[in-house]
């Protein structure tokens, strides 16, 4: 980034130079340093938005993860409580083996646990869905505690995706405002007699 902002300067500075008045055609050479001010201010935006964003996401991993470490230490309290208490009802043993292969996947899974939406996917959405649709949460204390964590993890991942979005669809529009400039400053140059 910094050697692009050498360049732009050195470029920009031409109006304060004899090279400048050398030039027949001012107004193309003008029109192509305009573009790089506009260039130089959006190289600092999209820098300072990358800089947020990061911000950002840094403050919404920390408490996603602690409530995901609370949802699996939940999930190994649940495989424990079935096997000390032995609860009947339908579906527990299904729902067991449901949790204990989530834990055994998160656990040894390559690379799992570092992407939140392959956790989300793959662990979590069935649970939440088998807790509810077997009524679990409501025959279950530890049950009832999975679909609440859950819920939890539920609403802060879609409030993250929305995120996403938001931040994909600035990114674009930066994106689109400096291929716009780039085609102006190719239109500009190749109008500029440089001979």
Do not use: C
Not at 47 to 69: A, C, G, M, W, Y
Not at 139 to 168: T, W
């Amino acid at each position: 980034m910094k050697s692009i902002q050498f360049h732009l300067n050195r470029i920009k500075n031409i109006q304060d130079t004899d090279w400048f008045h050398s030039f027949k055609d001012k107004e193309s050479l003008s029109k192509v340093v305009s573009n790089l001010d506009f260039l130089e201010l959006m190289i600092n935006e999209i820098d300072n938005f990358h800089k947020r964003i990061r911000n950002e996401s840094d403050d919404f991993k920390k408490p996603l993860q602690e409530t995901v470490n609370k949802y699996f230490d939940t999930l190994s309290k649940y495989v424990e409580h079935i096997r000390i208490n032995n609860p009947q009802y339908e579906n527990r043993e299904a729902f067991r083996k449901l949790v204990n292969d989530s834990i055994l996947m998160y656990h040894t899974q390559p690379g799992i646990k570092k992407s939140f939406s392959q956790v989300y996917k793959k662990i979590i959405r069935p649970i939440q869905e088998q807790v509810v649709d077997t009524n679990i949460f409501r025959l279950d204390p530890v049950g009832y505690e999975i679909a609440e964590l859950g819920k939890n993890i539920s609403v802060q991942y879609n409030y993250i995706k929305r995120l996403q979005i938001d931040f994909r669809l600035a990114y674009r529009k930066y994106s689109n405002h400096v291929a716009d400039s780039k085609s102006n400053l190719t239109l500009g140059r190749n109008k500029i007699n440089w001979g």
